[in-house]
T-cell receptor
Framework: DQQVKQNSPSLSVQEGRISILNCDYTNSMFDYFLWYKKYPAEGPTFLISISSIKDKNEDGRFTVFLNKSAKHLSLHIVPSQPGDSAVYFCAGEAGGTSYGKLTFGQGTILTVHP | DSGVTQTPKHLITATGQRVTLRCSPRSGDLSVYWYQQSLDQGLQFLIQYYNGEERAKGNILERFSAQQFPDLHSELNLSSLELGDSALYFC????????????FGPGTRLTVT
């Protein structure tokens, strides 16, 4: 049972345009969501997070939107830069004793063309 | 650089063998997490330790075990290795058990032949 799904394995975007990465989840116990970026041969790097009590969180060029009723979140990168090319993972975290147990999606490969 | 260190970077071993992967968390972090990334399964949570005690378990096989020492470094022991255990093993750490961002190390690539 895949609790976190990233249905687009890849996304290609022109430099300067917006990149939108999507994520769907099925576990209604998730109350915290995170996005990570991963370059080859490196560990995942934390990007941005959002609590379930919010519907938007912004940090520089990165904005995460959460739609709880649709069990959907998205990461917007504006403007996209070639250095953003990486694999992006979303992850969900349930509360209480499940804090710390991240459930990851399969990842989306983002390619930003100059 | 996340501040989390993992050794070794690469490990090649034979089926049936036992290996130990080591992780040092970021300074000040009390929680350590282990994840496995294989081609077909993606990033899977294995186990979490908080200040020396096991806090949460995921899909960790009985052949695998972990511990966190008083200096907060952690070791993941994998025994009776099978070909399917070949994967990237990541360690992550955070200040507390969550919900806080976890910071990942560079990983150990294990190849079982």
């Amino acid at each position: 049972d895949q609790q976190v799904k990233q249905n687009s394995p890849s996304l290609s975007v022109q430099e300067g345009r917006i990149s939108i990465l999507n994520c769907d989840y099925t576990n209604s116990m998730f109350d915290y969501f995170l996005w990570y970026k991963k370059y080859p041969a490196e560990g995942p790097t934390f990007l941005i997070s959002i609590s379930s009590i919010k519907d938007k969180n912004e940090d520089g060029r990165f904005t995460v939107f959460l739609n709880k009723s649709a069990k959907h979140l998205s990461l917007h990168i504006v403007p996209s830069q070639p250095g953003d090319s990486a694999v992006y993972f979303c992850a969900g975290e349930a509360g209480g004793t499940s804090y710390g147990k991240l459930t990851f999606g399969q990842g989306t490969i983002l390619t930003v063309h100059p | 650089d996340s501040g989390v260190t993992q050794t070794p970077k690469h490990l090649i071993t034979a089926t049936g063998q036992r290996v130990t992967l080591r992780c040092s968390p970021r300074s000040g972090d009390l929680s350590v997490y282990w994840y496995q990334q294989s081609l077909d399964q993606g990033l899977q949570f294995l186990i979490q330790y908080y200040n020396g005690e096991e806090r949460a378990k995921g899909n960790i096989l009985e052949r695998f075990s972990a511990q966190q020492f008083p200096d907060l470094h952690s070791e993941l022991n994998l025994s009776s290795l099978e070909l399917g255990d070949s994967a990237l093993y990541f360690c992550a750490s955070s200040v507390d058990g969550g919900p806080y961002e976890q910071y990942f190390g560079p990983g150990t690539r294990l190849t079982v032949t």
